[in-house]
């Protein structure tokens, strides 16, 4: 079934390759808190800013 799935999904696995993940993986998110990510980016410099 997976490999199916796999298939069907348009995956990008090499022919003969079934994938060992499991069929539901846990994911916990956060969201960063945009303010506090305008007062970091305002404390660095410009040669900093454009490093990145």
Do not use: H, P
């Not at 990510?37 to 990145?52: A, G, P, R, T």
């Amino acid at each position: 079934m997976v490999r199916e799935m796999q298939l069907e999904k348009g995956d990008s696995l090499t022919e003969g390759y079934t994938s060992e993940l499991w069929d539901f993986a846990c994911i916990n998110v956060t969201q960063n808190n945009l303010q506090e990510l305008k007062e970091i980016w305002s404390q660095w410099d410009d040669e900093v800013k454009q490093i990145l």
